[in-house]
T-cell receptor, first 114, second 113 residues
C-alpha cells in the first residue's frame, strides 16, 4: 500500500486566500484524523472521522476551518480565509479498528500564509 | 482531564549511550499507550505500544513498560545510534468516548557520532 497520501506537500499563499488540503487514507481504514503541528502548540488534533462521519471537531480552531470526507478514500481540510497564524504543518492520519487503532500518518502539508 | 507530559528536549547523546525519555500520563479509565517517532520532514510513525498495565512494548531496540502505579511509560534504549536522531512523542488513546489519541509535546533527540 502507498500509505497515507497528502497534497500538496508545500503551500504558500497570501492572507485572505482560500486553502484546501487533501488526504487519501490507507485503503480499508475506517478512521481519519487531521492534525496541526506548530513549534508553539505541538501536535493538535483538529477533527476526526469514523466511516466518513465527523465524530469530534472540538479541535477546529474557528469557523474559518472546515473538513469534509465525501467518501472513504478522500478528505479535505479547508481554510477560508487564511491568516498568517494558520502557518503550520498539517498532518492527516488513518487507522483501522482491528489494528489496535495505531495511526498511520501522511508526510504532511507545510502551509505558509504570508 | 486527560494529558501526556514528556521531558523537555532537546536531549543530546553520544553514539552508544543509554537513552531514557520520561513520559507520564493522566487519564480516566485504562488507556492504551504509544510511542511515535518523527524523522525530519516526515510524518509520525508508530514505534511501540502497550495496551494494559505491566505490558512492555518493544521495537528496534527501544522499549517501554506500562506502569499503572506510577502512571508512566518511559522510553529506553540501551545503545543509541546517529540514525535514532528524531522527535519522539508519547501518546495515549482512550478506550472509551470515541478513541481519541492525545499526544505529548515531543522530545527531540540528537545523537552525535
Amino acid at each position: 500500500d502507498a500509505g497515507v497520501i497528502q497534497s500538496p506537500r508545500h503551500e504558500v499563499t497570501e492572507m485572505g486566500q482560500e486553502v484546501t488540503l487533501r488526504c487519501k487514507p490507507i485503503s480499508g481504514h475506517d478512521y481519519l484524523f487531521w492534525y496541526r503541528q506548530t513549534m508553539m502548540r505541538g501536535l493538535e488534533l483538529l477533527i476526526y472521522f469514523n466511516n466518513n462521519v465527523p465524530i469530534d471537531d472540538s479541535g477546529m480552531p474557528e469557523d474559518r476551518f472546515s473538513a469534509k470526507m465525501p467518501n472513504a478514500s478522500f478528505s479535505t481540510l479547508k481554510i477560508q480565509p487564511s491568516e498568517p497564524r494558520d502557518s503550520a504543518v498539517y498532518f492527516c492520519a488513518s487507522s483501522l479498528w482491528n489494528l489496535g487503532y495505531e495511526q498511520y500518518f501522511g508526510p504532511g502539508t507545510r502551509l505558509t500564509v504570508t | 482531564g486527560n494529558s501526556v507530559t514528556q521531558m523537555e528536549g532537546p536531549v543530546t547523546l553520544s553514539e552508544e549511550a543509554f537513552l531514557t525519555i520520561n513520559c507520564t500520563y493522566t487519564a480516566t479509565g485504562y488507556p492504551s499507550l504509544f510511542w511515535y517517532v518523527q524523522y525530519p520532514g516526515e510524518g509520525l510513525q508508530l514505534l511501540l505500544k502497550a495496551t494494559k498495565a505491566d505490558d512492555k512494548g518493544s521495537n528496534k531496540g527501544f522499549e517501554a513498560t506500562y506502569r499503572k502505579e506510577t502512571t508512566s511509560f518511559h522510553l529506553e534504549k540501551g545503545s543509541v545510534q546517529v540514525s535514532d536522531s528524531a522527535v519522539y512523542f508519547c501518546a495515549l488513546r482512550l478506550n472509551t468516548g470515541g478513541f481519541k489519541t492525545i499526544f505529548g509535546a515531543g522530545t527531540r533527540l540528537f545523537v552525535k557520532a
